[in-house]
């Protein structure tokens, strides 16, 4: 007999919507370019089951409504401008009992007055979830490429028939920092917060003798949530970015550790959160 099919959980939304809100209030322009994702979830039965589309919000009409919110509310933080949307999905459209909304935001330089050039520093991100009764805040960042020239090592590591791997006493460590930490409020002054956040990572990089690249994540997102109020949990994901010695002898030189060869892939990848004192884990945060 064929086994019965039943719906499992589902969401749906319009994603990686770009949108670029200037400031032109003030002599000095002042850009906003973000990335909006919103994923809606609730009595969506119908939609998958029978066709029918009643409770179905359009996605063109959730992209509109980020336009629309750009222009009405402003986008002075990230977080608030996500919050703002999670909250008006839940409370108009019935079907609706969650909204999702991540925002990411691009850097731009300044040039001039009204003249910029795009950044190379790291994306910084936020995410809310609201479903009526609970709102989650989520700020974050991508792409924080970080590098210590010495003051790292990696020995006494497990070993099998296939390891090829030497033991090293001194090596670069150099990573591309994602990290997600979780408000426990939904009103800060967010952009503070992010800075303290960003500090404290760099800070704790920069500071921590490195055994592993494990060691140094921990000591990166301890020192987030003993240092930066209202955190209470970090989740950090850190490649490996590998830089490996390159063998100069067969041009008659030597190299006393200051030229290598950077291989991007495969890289080890270490992922982890990090907790404040009696803080309860944030399922499903990735």
Known sequence: MDRQARLGDNQYGKAEIRVMKVDRDRPRHVLHDLTVDVALAGDMDAVHLTGDNSTVLPTDTQKNTVYAFAREHGVEQVEDFALLLARHFVGTVDSVHRATVTVHEHHWERLADHSFARSGRETRTATVAHDGTGTTIRSGLRDLVLLNSTGSEFQGF??????????????????????????????????????AVRSALTTAFADTYSRSLQ?????????????????????????????????LEPFELDNPGEVFHVDDRPYGLIEASVLADGATADAGAW
């Open 215 to 247: 060691q140094t994540l921990y000591a990166m997102g301890a020192r987030v949530v003993a240092t930066c109020h209202g955190v209470s949990e970090v989740r950090l994901r850190l490649p490996n970015v590998h830089h490996f010695l390159v063998d």
């Open 158 to 195: 497990a070993t099998d028939d296939y390891t090829t791997l030497a033991e090293t006493d001194d090596r670069i460590l150099c990573t591309s920092v994602e990290a997600r930490w979780r408000h426990g409020e939904t009103q800060a002054d967010w952009r503070a917060s992010y800075d």
